[in-house]
Every structure is written in C-alpha cells, then in structure tokens.
C-alpha cells in the first residue's frame, strides 16, 4: 500500500477546517460534530504524517511549520474539489462561469471594458470580486476566482508561482470641468504648483510616480483629496471643479459628454494592466477568449 492510499482525506478535511477558522469549537460546530471528534481526526492525521501541526497553548491553536505546509496543499485540494462542483453545477445548468477579482484600485471602466466581450453571451454568468492584491491572489490560489486583474505585477515567489500578463497600459491626464478649462493645457507636473488637485491614494501604483515626479520638478500641488477608489475619485473629478490626475479610461463617459476635457497628459506616468492567473489554472474558454493576443509572463 502507498502513501496516499495511507491518507485520509476525510481526517485533512477537518485538519483544514481547524486551520481556517482558528479554533476547535466553531470548527467542530461549521462541521456538526463534537469537539473531541474533530480532535481525534486530527491527532490521527498528525500520526500518520508524522509530525504536529498544531501546537495547542490552552484553547488557542497556532499552527507549526509542518501544519502551514498541509494546510497549503489542502487550500489546493479542497479548492479544486470546490472548482470542479463549480464546473459541473454550470455544465448541468448549461452556464459557463468566470469568476473575475479586481484590485479595487483598478478602474471600474476599464474592467468593465475587459469583459465586455462576454457580456452578449447568453450562457455567460460573470462573478466579479474587489478587493486588496493579497486577499485576492489568496483567493486564486484557492480556486476561488479564475483571474485576478491589477495594475501592478506580483513579486516572484518559488512557493506560490503566478503568471502575469500584461494587458496593456495608459498614460496618465490631468482632467478638469470643461466649463472652466476649455481651451487650456497644462504641463505635467510644472504647471501644477499650488493648484487645487486630487489624486489617487497612497496605495494606488501610479502615486509614487506622481509624486516623484513633483518632486523632482520642485512642483507642489495643493492636494484636496486623496482617493484610492477609482468610482469615487470618478465622482469627485466630475463634481467638485479641482482638477484630477488619473488614467482616462476612468472618466471616459464624462469626457465623451463633454462634461470633463483632458488639459494635459504625461507618458512619464503610465498605468499598466495584468491579468494574474495560477500556472496550473483549468483552461476555461471564455478566459482564454479575453487573454488572447496578450503574452503571457511568469
């Protein structure tokens, strides 16, 4: 007999259950059992493997080396198994599902122009996500989305590999209420010290290259609003009359209707866009239709 034939998977089912809740007891009540059951699961796992993975300090549970390296390869097998119901329940529904994550300093405009391709498709049911870098690639890795979208790449990472491709990039403008600066145009950054302007916040990608780039002209704007939500810096760009630097993509309605105009733009400020996916992702068509014509880099 071999080794996986030697492991129970119903034992690391309720290791993994432990591990993500933290505790003993809310983990025994998520799985309907008593709490010395799930304590003999797991202490019959930690024999066969041959090592602790817990170590137990009153009622508090940490996890040791050996137990964040099970619990790792059970938030791949747990989530594939979660994948492959997805799949099937949308195969038997007739749907194909995209489950899409977003930084939520992307751009709204720009995802939505990402996927637009699929949103004529009558079986095409779309999950989109927002959120922080780090909580969305955990949730890649776990087979919970299918692909993440940033404006940034991820660091290189021998234990957690992804592929980054990139989509393409933008140039960054300064925009204003036409009412006010028809006919205008401003350099960027020299003609911005003292001007009211907003800006996207500190975590954005393209503030340090902003702020670098004031520095290094000696320019300092007078900063009305910092906003890492690209909707909302949308709002404030079209309603409080400072001028905004961000990537038009962002107001292209509001500049379509003449409502903003861009009065200056700076190719030193570039956004960049990429589609981050795990190496080893189950090829789903309607993805690879979107990833198409854009290479691929680890």
């Avoid at 170590?55 to 989530?79: M, P, S, W």
């Avoid at 979208?149 to 990472?157: K, S």
């Avoid at 992804?162 to 960027?188: D, K, M, N, Y």
């Avoid at 300092?220 to 890492?228: G, I, Y």
Wanted: aromatic share 6%; net charge negative.
């Amino acid at each position: 007999m071999n080794g996986l034939d030697q492991l129970n998977f119903h034992h690391l089912f309720y290791f993994w259950r432990v591990a993500k809740l933290g505790h003993l007891t809310r983990a025994a009540e998520e799985l309907h059992t008593a709490q010395s059951a799930v304590s003999s699961q797991i202490r019959q796992l930690e024999e066969r493997l041959g090592e602790d993975l817990f170590i137990r300090e009153g009622r508090r549970l940490t996890l040791t080396d050996a137990g964040q390296l099970v619990q790792a390869y059970a938030d791949n097998i747990f989530g594939l198994g979660q994948e492959m119901l997805g799949r099937l329940q949308g195969r038997v529904a007739g749907v194909r599902r995209l489950r899409v994550g977003s930084v939520a300093t992307l751009s709204r405009n720009y995802q939505e122009n990402w996927i637009r391709p699929l949103l004529a498709e009558p079986d095409v049911v779309l999950t989109l996500e927002s959120g922080v870098l780090e909580g969305l690639l955990a949730r890649l890795v776990q087979h919970q989305l299918d692909v993440v979208l940033a404006n940034e790449t991820v660091p290189a990472d021998p234990d957690r590999p992804f592929h980054c491709r990139f989509l393409g990039s933008q140039s960054i403008s300064l925009v204003g209420p036409a009412s006010r600066w028809h006919g205008r145009t401003l350099r960027i950054p020299e003609d911005l010290d003292g001007l009211d302007i907003a800006l996207p916040g500190p975590r954005h990608a393209l503030r340090a290259q902003f702020d670098a780039l004031c520095a290094s002209a000696a320019v300092t704007p007078r900063v009305r609003a910092e906003v890492d939500d690209m909707a909302m810096l949308r709002l404030i760009a079209r309603d409080s009359g400072w001028l905004t630097v961000l990537p038009e993509v962002v107001v292209q309605d509001e500049l379509r209707a003449g409502l903003l105009i861009a009065v200056g733009r700076s190719t030193a400020l570039q956004e960049r866009f990429y589609a981050i996916t795990t190496p080893h992702r189950h090829r789903i068509d309607v993805l690879e239709t979107l990833l198409s014509g854009h290479p691929a880099a680890s």
